[in-house]
């Protein structure tokens, strides 16, 4: 059973980058039926895809965050990762990684999610 | 810039039917924007309900359906129960891999 799981630090300081890695386990990130994602949930609000990634390394972004954004994939640790650099106090949310089945959101699969906050 | 609506808040009564939608600013919603929906209660993760308009996701019973109602996604729930006390979220495809999320919707039963 595919599982999920987001790793990195809670506390990240303003302008800094903030940088998470999924792990994956269950199956393999090197399959070419999947795209693996990561979404976003400040406190009390909504989510936001941040964007997806294929094995090959190709990427989608959400415009709004793209020039921010960065998303890997490590084949060899069976992990894909997420970079946001010069963050403010609005990166503040919990990060959720996802696996879906196409290029276009299909039987997400979710990790638990981890809380990263942003403050000095 | 593309924005995904969706009712703020919804209530239902016990054993009831409700209908959430999921529109465009601009523009309707047709199956090819795959609509899928998300259900999340407090402090939980989202749960996959449905995608690619109308199909369930494993484990999510019949009483959960998705349709294209008009010009919007739309999640239909028959027979309503307290566990369905959520929020409910939609999730459009756009053209060149971009995916977009509505802004919520909160369901109280009562």
């Known amino acids: ?120 | 810039q593309t924005v995904v609506t969706q009712e703020p808040s919804f209530s239902v009564s016990p054993g009831g039917t409700v209908t959430l939608t999921c529109g465009l600013s601009s523009g309707s919603v047709s199956t090819s924007y795959y609509p899928s929906w998300y259900q999340q209660t407090p402090g939980q993760t989202p749960r996959t309900l449905i995608y690619r308009t109308n199909t369930r996701s494993s484990g999510v019973p019949d009483r959960f359906s998705g349709s294209i109602l008009g010009n919007k996604a739309a999640l239909t729930i028959t027979g309503a129960q307290a566990d369905d006390e959520s929020d409910y979220y939609c999730l459009l495809y756009l053209d060149s891999g971009i995916w977009v999320f509505g802004g919520g919707t909160k369901l109280t039963v009562l």
């Open chain 1, 1 to 120: 059973q595919l599982q999920l799981q987001e790793s990195g630090p809670g506390l990240v300081k303003p302008s800094e980058t903030l940088s998470l890695t999924c792990t994956v386990s269950g199956g393999s990130i090197s399959s070419p039926s999947y795209y693996w994602g990561w979404i976003r949930q400040p406190p009390g609000k909504g989510l936001e895809w941040i964007g997806t990634i294929y094995y090959s390394g190709s990427t989608n972004y959400n415009p709004s965050l793209k020039s921010r954004v960065t998303i890997s994939v490590d084949t060899s640790n069976n992990q894909f990762s997420l970079k946001l650099s010069s963050v403010t106090a609005a990166d503040t949310a919990v990060y959720y990684c996802v696996r879906s089945t196409t290029v276009v959101p299909q039987a997400l699969c979710w990790g638990q999610g981890t809380l990263v906050t942003v403050s000095s």
